[in-house]
């Protein structure tokens, strides 16, 4: 079958990787990408040793009238969206009007936060949901009913967190309880790169999330903190101790709905001190900030600018060591019982640079994606309309993992140290 896959970054390389592992089902795949040198060179060290047929192309992803000239030229039965959630739903538009399949790793925010057409629904959004991070999926659950009469599917962030977390709620929900009473999901990266500042992914995408006030679900809605004032500490397989910040992620609106009995849903990320004291730093300088501002007679954006100072994810490959330690802790219900149960992924970084170059970060990305494209191309995810993937059959794609480099673990003692 033909894939487009649109961005050629940290994450889009992995799931190249992985696709050419799978030719049998990725007979022929497009790499497009505003940059399109980068998508020739990756297309160019990946030709040898695959028989999946590679070409390139360059599009702007953010103009629908390049999208779809691409999309007809080319034709694909899927899109997978792995360049920024910028694009998302110019990307969907795209695939509405060539009537293609669509999947992404990230929802949609909007790279202009001052556009005041977009701040007024965000403003609202706000007062009535009670959370503030810019990224929400009210913009592409908006395009459920569009997908459905199509006759197409969108697969909504297909990653690892959001992604994989969401199909361990599934499998729990399925396999392991009759209720689900607290869910915590934990990201993590026990890796060291050597920097004393530097992102794991897209640096922009990455600090507009994690300087954002954190919030979880409870009772029925949202409560909101103030950026990183809840700390835990956790024990991780084959990590060790490490501190953990509680954050919004997008996961946590999916699952309120697909698992409405859950009382509580949080999600922790680990952050180190060096990262965390050039993160507050930078913010109180004003180098987090998005809105554009005069320089020398040309307006930038601090964020984007910091973005071309830091290290490039995809750099990091080769200096990365240690591993990452991603899962859920759910408390619950089986058969009458208290119970809690813990499911979880580890990931070496170097293991992950000596397959395909990158470091975990991108690979537990990258596999999820094309896990996910792997599910649409051979029918087990194809249905009509907007899914993310808590409300998707868990089974096929956690074999997929499995297979593709993602085992799962289990256990009963999770690992909370206070
Ligand atoms: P990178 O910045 O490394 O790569 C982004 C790619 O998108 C680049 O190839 C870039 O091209 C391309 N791109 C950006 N803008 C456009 C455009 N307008 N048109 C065409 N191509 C464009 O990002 P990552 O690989 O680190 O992240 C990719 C996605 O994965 C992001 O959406 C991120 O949020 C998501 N992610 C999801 C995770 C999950 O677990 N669910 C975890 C980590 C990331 P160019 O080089 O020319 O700029």
């Excluded at 795209?94 to 007024?120: I, K, S």
């Excluded at 915590?184 to 999330?209: Q, S, W």
């Excluded at 952050?271 to 507050?280: N, V």
Aim: glycine share 8%.
């Amino acid at each position: 079958m033909k894939v487009l896959v649109i961005g050629c970054g940290g994450v889009a390389s992995v799931a190249i990787h992985k696709c050419c592992q799978a030719s049998k089902v990725f007979t022929e795949l497009c790499i497009a990408s505003r940059t399109k040198e980068n998508c020739d060179r990756l297309a160019a060290s990946l030709a040898p040793k695959t028989a999946t047929r590679l070409t390139t192309a360059q599009v702007d992803a953010n103009d629908v009238g390049q999208l779809t000239a691409l999309l007809r030229a080319y034709g694909p039965d899927l899109v997978m969206n792995i360049a920024l959630p910028y694009q998302d739903l110019a990307i969907m538009e795209a695939c509405l009007a060539c009537g293609v399949d669509y999947m992404d790793t990230a929802n949609y925010e909007p790279e202009d936060t001052d556009d005041p057409q977009w701040r007024a629904v965000y403003e609202r959004r706000c007062r009535e949901a009670g959370f503030s991070a810019y990224f929400d999926y009210s913009w592409q659950w908006a395009y459920r009913e569009r997908f459905e009469q199509a006759g197409l599917t969108a697969l909504l962030g297909c990653g690892f967190d959001p992604g994989v977390t969401q199909a361990y709620c599934a499998y729990a929900k399925k396999h392991q309880f009759d209720t689900i009473d607290t869910i915590d999901i934990l990201d993590c990266n026990g890796g060291d790169h050597g920097y004393p500042f530097a992102t794991n992914f897209n640096p922009e995408i990455n600090l507009r999330e994690v300087s954002a006030p954190g919030s979880y679900w409870e009772d029925g809605r949202w409560v909101e903190i103030p950026p990183m004032s809840v700390k835990r500490e956790y024990d991780f397989d084959q990590v060790g101790r490490k501190d953990m910040y509680l954050l919004h992620h997008e996961e946590i609106e999916s699952l309120a709905k697909t698992i409405p009995e859950a009382r509580r849903i949080r999600f922790f990320m680990t952050f180190g001190q060096s990262y965390l004291e050039h993160m507050r730093c930078l913010e109180n300088v004003g180098m987090l900030s998005t809105s554009p501002v005069e320089f020398e007679g040309r307006p930038i954006v601090p964020i984007q600018f910091l973005k071309a100072l830091l290290p490039d994810p995809a750099s990091l490959g080769p200096r990365t060591k240690g591993k990452t330690n991603i899962g859920c802790i759910f408390t619950g219900k089986k058969d009458g019982r208290e119970k809690s149960y813990y499911i979880y992924n580890v990931c070496d970084h170097q293991e992950c640079y000596k397959e395909v170059g990158s470091q975990a970060v991108s690979y537990t990305t990258g596999v999820p994606a094309m896990c996910g494209a792997l599910m649409l191309l051979t029918g087990k995810w194809k249905k009509p309309g907007v899914y993310t993937v808590d409300e998707l059959d868990p089974d096929p794609f956690l074999e997929a993992l499995e297979r593709y480099g993602l085992p799962r673990r289990e256990s009963h003692t999770p690992a909370l140290v206070e």
